[in-house]
């Protein structure tokens, strides 16, 4: 190996390999690959030509392990990353963060008391346009967001055909829209207008063939600033598309994934004022995320997911299945 720094990724499996091979890809690292399963090692090793391990923690005791990633099922994330930061380690834990709070104090503390980084891997913080959008809303050129929206999906058997063989057929293992795809954009919503206060959900199983899991899910929420919020996502339309809106008293900010772009209307204006941005794909995210936490493990300043946006995003999560077994709003405290 050479003196560059290490970083462990623990868990291979299909968001694991994509952490691997982006953080490889920086140059600034270099990687070990630890999974359970000999098959997957080996796939890893041919294709990347990386370190392998099947003990994780043997492979952080490496003096050149300075990071881990853990891609796990959600159910291990907290103690995991527990134990990573108590060992002194920067760490990145797949989302969702848990999928409950059992353990969450503890991680917590143990951050706290590391001195090292703690980030939650939602990567929407590394695309361009909510950064663009972010940015300008935090200007206070309009004023805060009063009512905010986000309206998408796509048809999963295409984006991912192994569906019904995951973790996602199982609300156990963090499967499911709410858990899986629209956890994404809840903490997206959070990072720009903060964090919510009550909402109210409906999901159900719409048409996923194989699953029983939810496919499509609407909430309506308020945030504690008091801003009126709705989303809704389902995992079976034929587009592909992702469409955030913030309204504010003097103008609204809007972007657009699918066609790459963000931009602003001033109350009174005849048109939107777009700016397009380059277009990142599937892995490009990834890639600017790998970055920005090499970066933190610097101690720069980045815009990735904290700990704390992650143990919000478990609450909301919470507050949905409670909302959806009661039928009633839900606060979030």
């Not at 299909?14 to 953080?23: A, D, K, V």
């Not at 291990?76 to 797949?94: F, Y």
């Not at 199982?170 to 994404?184: E, K, R, Y």
């Not at 995320?289 to 904290?306: E, R, Y």
């Amino acid at each position: 190996m050479s003196d560059l720094p290490t970083v462990l990724i623990i868990g291979c499996g299909s968001i694991g390999e994509r952490h691997l091979r982006n953080f490889k890809e920086t140059g600034r690292c270099n990687v070990i690959a630890c999974d359970t399963r000999p098959a997957i090692l080996a796939d890893m090793a041919q294709k990347y030509q990386v370190e392998t391990s099947t003990d994780w923690k043997q492979a952080m005791a490496n003096p050149s392990c300075t990071a881990v990633v853990v891609c796990t099922p959600a159910p291990s994330h907290v103690a995991i990353g527990t134990e990573v930061l108590t060992a002194g380690r920067h760490c990145l834990l797949e989302k969702p963060l848990s999928l409950n709070l059992d353990g969450m104090e503890a991680l917590q503390a143990a951050h706290q008391a590391s001195g090292r980084v703690c980030h939650v891997a939602y990567v929407n913080h590394s695309r361009h346009e909510p950064r663009a959008a972010k940015a300008f809303l935090d200007s206070g050129a309009f004023g805060p967001v009063r009512a905010a929206s986000t309206v998408g999906g796509q048809h999963f058997p295409t984006f991912r055909p192994a569906y019904r063989e995951i973790y996602y057929t199982d609300h156990a293992q963090g499967g499911g829209a709410i858990q899986d795809a629209m956890t994404h954009m809840v903490n997206l919503m959070e990072w720009i207008t903060g964090p919510t206060a009550s909402l109210f959900c409906e999901a159900d199983h719409q048409v996923l063939a194989g699953v029983e899991v939810e496919d499509t899910v609407s909430i309506i929420s308020r945030s504690q600033s008091g801003a009126i919020i709705s989303y809704n996502l389902n995992q079976f339309q034929a587009p592909n598309e992702v469409t955030v809106q913030f309204h504010c008293e003097k103008g609204s900010v809007k972007f657009e994934y699918h066609h790459n772009r963000w931009g602003h209307l001033a109350f009174g204006a005849a048109d939107w004022t777009w700016e397009t941005v380059e277009p990142l794909g599937r892995d490009g995210p990834f890639s600017v995320q790998a970055h920005d936490f090499i970066d933190a493990t610097a101690g720069k300043a980045t815009p990735l997911a904290t700990l704390e946006e992650g143990v919000q995003a478990v609450r909301f999560n919470l507050a949905c299945f409670e909302s959806i077994r009661t039928g009633s709003r839900v606060t979030i405290k």
